[in-house]
């Protein structure tokens, strides 16, 4: 077991894998901005103010093994601020790689990324996913900047000796989920139809459960040293597919409308809205061979229980 510092433990993914490591007897320490709505498990806290190059993190870095670095500017669906790329540059980039300077000084064993799979790009071809091995493409500021602290962060382990894991998620899902995931659950309850595209479309999705246990193998597992690994639910429905099987969860048969991308691209066009439409016509897949290979490990979940999971936690908390 080892002592961890981990970040942006009152975020979505960051609160389940605080929970996770305690249960796996790892000693942990949080640093936070500001306090979770949910429980968290017994640590010491280390509070900061803003990711930024600025935070001293001697202290919290005191004693620590292995840094799992979780907090991020993310899900940002309305841009507030003028300057986008730069906004993202200092709380991905400039932070991650400040932290990851301070950690090596102070001789921590290793530095667990998450970083996600837009670093690839935002769509693949039919039958050719990302692999370990595609040439990273990021396009929008968020992917650039991960991609941008993911360098930064190995630049600093190869100095001093640090280990380096890089993990790559497409979207995750899961109880709590907000964003898309969470409207289009509220959209299946309420009956409203759901557009599909009629082409043949498949995205990899991740489970927070799935990634969660694999972040988790990746604190202490040998094989993980300075790798990047990619991770999904390792089955890529097809939307209309993967909207049956919410429907089913959710109680209530998703409402499809098949839309001919032709459409659905010609109509976005005059709202200047191409590029989701784009997204939305396209797959976006991730092949997960080496991260099984290499680490012995499979997503514990399937979809379909993980689905499960996340309408349960949805209808607990769904107000009409
Ligand atoms: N969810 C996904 O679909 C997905 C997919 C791929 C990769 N990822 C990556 O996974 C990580 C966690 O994502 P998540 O879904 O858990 O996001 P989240 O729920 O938005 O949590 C983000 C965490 O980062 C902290 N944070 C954000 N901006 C900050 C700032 N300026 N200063 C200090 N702390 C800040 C948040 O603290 P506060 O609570 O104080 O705001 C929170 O703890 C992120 O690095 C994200 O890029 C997520």
């Not at 009152?10 to 500001?34: E, K, P």
């Not at 500021?141 to 993990?167: H, Q, R």
């Not at 993980?224 to 089913?248: F, H, K, T, Y």
């Amino acid at each position: 077991m080892s002592t961890v510092l981990l970040t942006g433990a009152s975020g979505f993914i960051g609160q389940a894998l605080a929970v996770r490591l305690a249960a796996d007897g790892h000693r942990l320490r949080l640093a936070l901005r500001s306090s979770p709505s949910g429980a968290l498990p017994d640590a010491s806290i280390f509070r900061f103010a803003d990711l930024d190059g600025n935070t001293d993190w001697e202290e919290a870095l005191d004693g620590i093994e292995v840094v799992v670095h979780c907090a991020g500017r993310a899900h940002v669906m309305k841009e507030t601020v003028d300057d986008p790329l730069g906004e993202f540059r200092r709380c991905n980039v400039d932070a991650s790689a400040h932290l990851a300077r301070q950690a090596a000084l102070a001789r921590v064993r290793r530095f667990v990324f998450v970083s996600t799979a837009k670093v690839w790009g935002e769509q693949t071809l039919p039958g050719q996913p990302f692999t370990v091995d595609t040439t990273p493409a990021p396009v929008d500021p968020y992917a650039i900047s991960k991609f941008e602290a993911e360098n930064a962060l190995v630049a600093s382990g190869a100095d001093k000796g640090m280990e380096t894991v890089i993990v790559r998620p497409p979207l995750v899902y899961g109880p709590g989920v907000r964003a898309n995931f969470l409207r289009l659950m509220q959209w299946i309850v309420r009956g409203r139809p759901v557009p599909v595209v009629d082409a043949d479309c498949r995205r990899s999705l991740v489970a927070r459960d799935n990634l969660v246990d694999l972040l988790a193998r990746c604190v202490d597992h040998p094989r993980a040293a300075n790798q990047i690994l990619p991770v999904s639910d390792g089955e890529d429905l097809p939307m209309p597919v993967l909207l049956r099987q919410l429907g089913e969860a959710l109680g209530k048969p998703a409402r499809m409308i098949p839309i001919p991308a032709w459409l659905l691209k010609s109509g976005a066009r005059l709202l200047g809205r191409q590029a989701m439409a784009e997204r939305l016509c396209a797959s976006l897949q991730v092949d997960i061979d080496h991260t099984r290979r290499l680490l012995d490990w499979s997503p514990p979940l399937s979809v379909n229980e993980a689905l499960a999971r996340t309408a349960t936690d949805f209808l607990a908390h769904y107000r009409a």
